[in-house]
């Protein structure tokens, strides 16, 4: 893949910045890092990379959405997460440089940062605070993996289907309140069928905490959904 410039306005020193492991961090530090990084351009749909690629890179996302996800030998996909902007990730990859571990894909028109791992270990071997911040960095991702697991594990569909749900709305709703998915992607992301994903959400919508539209769901009743999903009900 070749390197093209990024579209937007922010500048690459901006867009390193604005990163929640480079924040707070000296300016020298946040500069030595961008002079290092470079701009790679997705379609929506285009596939950053797949499972068992070399992993030497880490990236941050400038615009757009990254969803990580795995496939089964069976075709069936999962999707571990998505990616906003000012999200950084490969970064395990990048430092142990074994394979990827899932697979990367461009869920719009998208714009990242590529930084290698030679050049981001030359900055973290001259100051300290990089590594402590990736370090941290490295701990949250620990800590989501388990959580994920965990709910993979204990949870009912229905349950992990509204907080997933749930933080779909939190990070992707509109002004309205309404949520841009198909019911396939919503499936693919709680780890679910798409048959059960649509008697989960019609019976949601027959209590009215929610109303279902073409690839759109609104949110009516927060709380509700909110006290299902933490078994509070």
Do not use: Y
Request: glycine share 8%; charged share 25%.
């Amino acid at each position: 893949m070749k390197p093209a410039v990024p579209r937007s306005a922010m500048t690459v020193l901006e867009a390193v910045s604005r990163a929640p492991l480079f924040k707070g961090l000296p300016e020298d530090v946040v500069r030595e890092c961008a002079a290092v990084a470079r701009p790679v351009n997705l379609r929506k749909g285009q596939r950053l990379f797949s499972r068992g690629d070399p992993g030497h890179t880490m990236f941050i996302i400038v615009k757009g959405l990254i969803e990580i996800s795995l496939t089964s030998g069976d075709g069936r996909k999962i999707s571990l997460n998505v990616m906003e902007p000012g999200t950084c990730f490969g970064e395990i990859s990048m430092l142990d440089g074994h394979p990827r571990s899932a697979d990367a894909m461009a869920g719009a028109a998208t714009s990242l940062l590529s930084i290698p791992r030679d050049g981001f270990l030359a900055v973290a071997r001259r100051h300290s605070e990089l590594a402590l911040s990736l370090t941290r960095a490295l701990s949250d991702r620990v800590r989501w993996i388990s959580d994920s697991v965990e709910e993979f594990a204990l949870l009912s569909i229905d349950r992990r289907l509204a907080r997933r749900l749930l933080i779909l709305f939190d990070r992707f709703a509109d002004d309205q309140g309404a949520l841009a998915i198909s019911q396939g992607d919503l499936a693919d992301f709680a780890g679910a069928t798409r048959e059960t994903t649509n008697r989960v959400l019609s019976s949601w919508r027959k209590r009215g905490w929610l109303a279902m539209g073409r690839k759109k769901i609104t949110l009516l009743e927060r709380d509700s959904l909110d006290s299902f999903a933490m078994n509070r009900e």
